[in-house]
């Protein structure tokens, strides 16, 4: 016992004042400065910051796997008390996939596309513990189902190719606790995946962890993904430890402006698009070389003092009274917590809805695809991708189309655009039938009446011409100015829209940030004063800081030219901040569709009721009632028969919904529900997320 005393009490993982920097042809860019953290037996760390502050690097560091400009320049790493700096190559070599393990955001870059899945998972014991291949295989087998993997020996004999991303991410997971590591490190593992599957995914890792006593550095941008996963955290900005605690005291009780600005960037809730605006960081990420003198947070924080704040390098400061908690700030005693920043954006009156401007009503869209370009072969087999879908959107009004990939969103958006034609149904754009007209057969009017702002802003923009010059060209393509003067005029005027300075018209994308791009983009689809805007997940590549400037921007313009907006999303607390009305989608159906507050209150289709469940939320008042789906979802080309959720649906009710698809319930003001449960038992279905009784209260910094 007293042995094992001991060992409890010494870290897995020791880092002390590590500096990691990149040589380049430009010279010495630092990315890692003086960070330091420790995580113990069985305990998980989580690293969170914007894209470029070093996060992944701190990763790649403790793997001794950095690119080679790469190199650590100060500070130690170490592991199980021994200095990873002292160990030959070969010491490394043998920790790496044994006792280190870890697990990368694109599962397909730890796969090989030309083996199958079982010959990988058995290479793990058969190199690290020179195993015989059948304890190998009997191993794999076993992990594979202990992450939850349906039909193991199938799995076995299947290439990386024929899984889908869920299951893939699965794959990487087994293979990294094949060799039972001491050591997991995740980076960002579940950004590519559906927030249902990334809800499975969570839960896995926790119980794996829990299970073998495994410790864990979780690396995400998603800060209701460390609250569920981690029992500590460190924030990380420009390539420094801003501020490291326990979750609890670092969410309920920050100690850094920076990590302030973070939690006010997102919509938690509480949150409100008309009284309560999110509050997005002013200015961008320093460049390494770039990096102001004293505090690398001071040119967008809102507590600066000059003189104080950029005199000398700022060191990690204890918090008095918090668990082991540190924060890089020299004023955190002196600052109200409560104060909002000079420029937050302003309650406002909610925006009147006017009358329908789009309606679309039994829409269908079917692919035939034929015999030969199926592998099983047979006869040709149909699509379905939309089945029966009916709403209308109002001006002015938001309406969120949420949902898995692969439920037809995306298809839906690509018919509105007329980058597909309707199978069947109608499709109306302010009095005008759209559903059989191609873009290239559309009027200039109608073409820039439905405009979109695509997820990515990188694929959209043309990188030898300067964002004037492609504002402009979009400007003649819809006819809008007398001349070259004239679209000039307008095209300075849509920066100004935006807010981007005006000196950005002779800038070439390369030039510009992510988020200044999706700008970029957004002046686009309003260049023409679009009716209605299609935002296909405009914000899911952004950082958060990045994501809040952009939403309340695309809200402004809203209000401003009484646009109507769909926002395509999976994203379900943006949703909750930005929608005014919400519908659900699954396998090509719409299975719910209301109100927001409808939607985020019983009564809930039991998939909508699943997708609420998975949503990560960055509050430790919330408590979520646990649903997690099994399985994935079904093919287009091969649908069950009655109803289409029913092979996951925790609450189906017996054969009837194996072979009837469900009726549409009206529940009163426009909520509907497709679903063979009768409305009392909907009626009677307990919340998913509800504020906890306690002394959570408002955290004291957050507001």
Not at 50 to 71: A, Q
Not at 524 to 542: I, T, W
Not at 627 to 637: A, D, F, N, R
Request: aromatic content about 4%; overall charge neutral.
């Amino acid at each position: 016992m007293e042995a094992a005393a001991g060992q409890a009490t010494t870290p897995i993982l020791e880092i002390e004042n590590l500096s990691i920097s990149f040589f380049t042809r430009a010279g010495e860019m630092p990315a890692v400065m003086d960070f330091s953290c420790t995580v113990m037996p069985g305990e998980a760390m989580g690293i969170v910051g914007e894209s470029g502050c070093g996060k992944s690097t701190v990763s790649l560091g403790i793997m001794r796997d950095l690119p080679g400009i790469g190199r650590i320049v100060g500070g130690r790493i170490k592991f199980q008390g021994r200095d990873m700096g002292e160990m030959s190559e070969a010491e490394l070599r043998a920790l790496r996939g044994s006792k280190i393990a870890m697990i990368y955001q694109e599962p397909m870059a730890s796969l090989n596309p030309a083996m199958k899945i079982g010959q990988q998972l058995m290479e793990v014991p058969l190199i690290h513990e020179k195993v015989s291949k059948a304890e190998a295989h009997q191993r794999a087998l076993e992990m594979l189902n202990a992450v939850r993997l349906p039909d193991p020996e199938r799995m076995m004999r299947s290439y990386p190719h024929q899984l889908s991303g869920g299951q893939q991410q699965r794959i990487v997971i087994a293979m990294a606790l094949l060799s039972k590591p001491a050591l997991l490190l995740l980076d960002e593992p579940t950004t590519a995946l559906d927030v249902t599957v990334e809800a499975g995914i969570v839960d896995l890792v926790k119980d794996l962890s829990r299970s073998t006593g495994t410790s864990m550095i979780f690396v995400s941008h998603n800060l209701g993904l460390i609250l569920e996963t981690c029992d500590r955290i460190t924030v990380m900005y420009s390539g420094e430890a801003v501020e490291t605690g326990s979750v609890k005291d670092v969410f309920d009780r920050m100690r850094h402006p920076y990590t302030q600005g973070l939690f006010r960037s997102i919509p938690l809730p509480g949150a409100d698009k008309n009284k309560r605006p999110l509050i997005a960081i002013p200015g961008q990420l320093p460049l390494p070389h770039e990096r102001p003198q004293g505090c690398n947070f001071g040119p967008r924080c809102q507590h600066f003092v000059k003189g104080r704040c950029d005199a000398a390098e700022i060191p990690m400061v204890k918090v008095e009274g918090h668990d082991n908690h540190f924060s890089r700030c020299v004023r955190f005693n002196e600052i109200d917590w409560q104060a909002l920043p000079e420029g937050a954006a302003k309650a406002s009156e909610p925006v009147k809805v006017g009358e329908p401007v789009l309606q679309i009503d039994d829409l269908r869209k079917y692919y035939r695809v034929a015999a030969n370009e199926v592998f099983a072969g047979g006869e040709d087999r149909v699509v379905k991708a939309n089945e029966t879908i009916s709403f209308e959107a109002r001006e002015s009004e938001t309406v969120a189309i949420v949902g898995e990939s692969g439920c037809g969103k995306s298809t839906l958006a690509k018919v509105l655009l007329g980058l597909e034609t309707a199978t069947s149904g109608k499709v109306t754009l302010a009095g005008q039938e759209i559903q059989s007209t191609g873009v290239g057969l559309r009027d200039v009017h109608t073409v820039a009446s439905i405009q979109m702002v695509f997820q990515n802003p990188f694929d959209t923009l043309n990188p030898s011409h300067t964002v004037g010059a492609q504002i402009i060209r979009t400007l003649e393509k819809f006819k809008v100015g007398k001349d070259t003067a004239d679209r000039r005029k307008r095209m300075l005027e849509l920066l100004d829209l935006v807010k981007l300075p005006r000196a950005f018209e002779n800038r070439r994308p390369r030039q510009l940030s992510g988020g200044q791009k999706q700008r970029i983009g957004v002046a686009r689809a309003f260049a023409g004063n679009a009716k209605v805007v299609v935002a296909d997940e405009p914000v899911s590549a952004l950082d958060v800081s990045v994501q809040a400037a952009v939403t309340e921007l695309l809200m402004d313009i809203q209000r401003r030219n009484k646009t109507t907006m769909l926002f395509i999303s999976h994203d379900l607390s943006v949703v909750r901040y930005i929608a005014d009305r919400v519908i659900v989608m699954y396998l090509g159906y719409i299975v719910e569709q209301g109100t927001t507050d409808q939607i985020f209150s019983p009564p809930y289709h039991p998939y909508t009721e699943a997708l609420l469940s998975a949503i990560p939320i960055a509050d430790t008042s919330v408590v979520k009632k646990h649903i997690v789906l099994s399985g994935e979802m079904p093919s287009p080309m091969n649908p069950p028969s009655g109803c289409p959720f029913q092979t996951r649906c925790p609450r189906k009710i017996g054969e009837i919904c194996e072979t009837q698809t469900p009726p549409v319930r009206d529940l009163g003001a426009g909520h509907r529900i497709m679903c063979h449960l009768d409305v009392e038992t909907l009626r009677a279905m307990e919340p998913v997320i509800s504020l906890g009784a306690g002394d959570h209260g408002a955290p004291e910094a957050r507001t």
